[in-house]
């Protein structure tokens, strides 16, 4: 797996935990929901992305979003 797909991946993950963790708990977990799609977006237009580094860092094969 290349870091454009774990990105997908761990962004995908932190937005369905957030959703069922609002219908269960509190609505106030949308904010993490907001946060991780404002972070997909200013990547989509910068290219920056944390969680890439990161995981380029940990030894992620590179993907072609990311470089």
């Known amino acids: 797996m290349n870091v ?3 990105v997908l991946a761990f962004a995908g993950t ?4 957030s ?3 609002s219908v269960y708990w509190s609505h106030y977990w949308l904010w993490l929901t907001a946060f991780v799609g404002a972070n997909l ?3 989509a237009f910068t290219g920056f992305c944390p969680i890439a580094m990161l995981f380029k860092k940990l030894g ?5 979003a990311f470089n």
């Open 41 to 43: 977006l200013q990547s």
């Open 14 to 17: 932190l937005i369905l935990l």
């Open 60 to 64: 992620a094969r590179p993907g072609t």
């Open 4 to 6: 454009t797909r774990m």
């Open 19 to 21: 959703l069922l963790a």
